[in-house]
DNA sequence: AGATTTGTGCAAACCGATTTGCATGGTCGG
DNA sequence: CCGACCATGCAAATCGGTTTGCACAAATCT
């Protein structure tokens, strides 16, 4: 007998398959000396009731998955999916101490493998409007919350960024640190960062009476086309004495257009970007950044889930605030 | 009807259950004008086959494990989780393009959690002589297959990570580089690639008629007590010059140790450690390090477990040589 | 023509759990 | 003493697929 089901089991301690299942369950009483009995039996015999089962019954997998939208070009490179695995690490120990496990989908192009997968809801990472992700989720009936707010989707429960208070601590920073002129580079795709970041930035810039400069850049380019896009801007207004890059990819390719225009960062050019991950540790100089508490957020975004798919109508949580990471190349560490 | 079942599809399609089941598997020949007609009904009404259900009946859940052994000690602090989640960004796409999930599961506490998840097989991230996983999922039925062999272990297959030549390679490098005394720290427990690493040290140093040192620290203690070792080491023997810490968290500790000491690194004492993480590549100086070439490997230990679990007894493949990455800790960049 | 093979499809058993409805015996209050 | 109630446990239905054995017709072989 290699695998011990419950009817094995049932037999051996002489009682009914119901017996067993409700001894481990609790959902019915059951005799505390019969139920000794099985469990000891059970722990003996090495019976763990067979998931599949459960799951064809009960319909939870025990399964949920994390998916990233952010395009390959992005998620690829020095930092290698930086932010999202940062994420899933924690993520996949909140959801195993609550007896779910955490499966990844990451950023890649046959994205068919998706409905291979069992799972009782997802989380999904900074998705932007219209994401296909979303949409695929939600129409599979499978409960989504998000990290980062769905552009237009108020019915998706998020764990919120903070990006407008974000924008403007790094703005009010980099203004602190001596910059008068200071331009913004987002991306073209519409996620709900880059719209908080340009409505703070507009405001910002609207409040102290200077113009705006701001600059969206293709996702799929990934560095080098940031890097271009930089150097043009940096041609186009020879006056910007700042550059707020949230995207830590562009953030490099901006270091690097600096560096090939001999700007140097932070004297001539102050720079900072947002997540703080290898890449802006790693940046010459070092890039001032933004600690996002990503362990406390897909925390969060694992309890949300879980209420969400019992049917709590999860209320989107307070997230903590995020925290501004000073160095050099905003000239003030 | 929220989800069409199986059953649902065969009615409107005027079939029986087992014709749709082959149309879809291919398994038994069906006539090509009704499975065409079936998988248009499919798509129409959004049929998808219950994975749970498959998995009952076949034995197969489609998922897979990616389990780590280093305790949390190591495995958190600045570089959280690098070696562990770097393998798992790539395994987790090599695993979707095989029409399998991959799951997590990082070092952490509660692992009563583990037997929670229906898995078809699982990968170890260097396993020890022992490990309590091991055993684990061997005595549950569940493949094994581990990067880095384990200990001890002839039947578990495996992807090398060719531990005795990176020794070597990077004690030639340090001697190449000027050191003539050369220390090296391990940690206690009997991981393949310390076993390999002392016994290339060991060679090595016969080769050459030095004497050997060796210190080797307990895991648990982490960053700090690598620190303290390493101080009580360096005073002990003040006529080292060079040390090579594989664990990169160990060398953070030595990094320390030898600042507090006053010896400056690399001009009186070399370093070396292995994983080529953040935690090398941030600390002061940058630590030179060895490229394991992870994501290769992550691909060939996923393959490798497929085939084990399809039963073709996977032969451990031939997985690529390491490869140095000097920096200044070593005196060469 | 009769026997054999091939193509196509169906009914029913099966995977291993959960859950519902019912049966039994014993205790208790009136 | 009887009905109500509780504690305990069982048989059977159910979840949604896959797989086996068989049936029937048409085609091919002897």
Tied chains: 1, 2.
Excluded: W
């Excluded at 552009?151 to 903070?162: A, E, M, Q, S």
């Excluded at 795709?189 to 705006?212: D, H, K, V």
């Excluded at 600096?258 to 050019?269: C, G, I, M, Q, W």
């Excluded at 100089?285 to 209420?307: F, S």
């Amino acid at each position: 007998m290699s695998k011990p089901t419950i009817s094995d089991l049932a037999r051996l301690a002489g009682v009914s398959k119901t017996t067993v299942s409700h001894a481990f369950s609790g959902r019915r009483h059951v005799d505390p000396e019969t139920c000794r009995k099985i469990k000891e039996l059970a722990r003996e015999v090495g019976y763990r009731p067979n998931r599949s089962a459960q799951s064809l019954r009960t319909g939870r997998t025990g399964m949920i998955a994390l998916a990233s939208s952010m395009p390959f070009s992005i998620a690829a490179g020095p930092s290698r999916l930086g932010f999202f695995m940062e994420i899933a690490a924690t993520a996949a120990v909140a959801s195993l101490t609550r007896n779910q496990a955490l499966c990844l989908i990451p950023p890649m192009e046959a994205d068919g493998a998706l409905d291979a997968i069992a799972m009782d809801g997802a989380i999904l990472v900074e998705p932007y409007a219209n994401d296909p992700m979303v949409d695929r989720f939600f129409n599979s009936g499978i409960p989504v919350v998000s990290i980062g707010r769905v552009p237009g989707r108020d019915d998706i429960p998020f764990v919120d960024l903070h990006s407008y208070a974000t924008a403007l601590m790094v703005l009010n920073h980099l203004r602190d640190a001596g910059a008068s002129k200071v331009g913004l580079m987002t991306g073209t795709q519409r996620r709900n960062s880059y719209l908080e970041t340009e409505a703070a930035y507009s405001a910002s810039c609207e409040n102290l009476g200077i113009p705006q400069i701001l600059v969206r850049v293709d996702e799929a380019g990934g560095e080098d086309e940031a890097e271009q896009c930089c150097t043009a801007l940096l041609r186009d207004h020879p006056d910007l004495d700042a550059l707020y890059v949230p995207v830590d990819a562009f953030a490099s390719g901006a270091t690097k257009a600096a560096k090939s225009l001999h700007r140097n960062v932070p004297e001539t050019l102050r720079l900072a970007t947002r997540y703080d991950g290898s890449r802006a540790k790693l940046a010459d100089p070092p890039l001032t950044a933004v600690d996002l508490h990503l362990d406390a957020l897909a925390k969060l975004a694992v309890d949300l889930l879980i209420q969400t798919i019992d049917g709590q109508k999860g209320e989107s949580p307070n997230s903590p605030m995020p925290r501004l990471v000073p160095r050099q190349s905003s000239g003030t560490s």
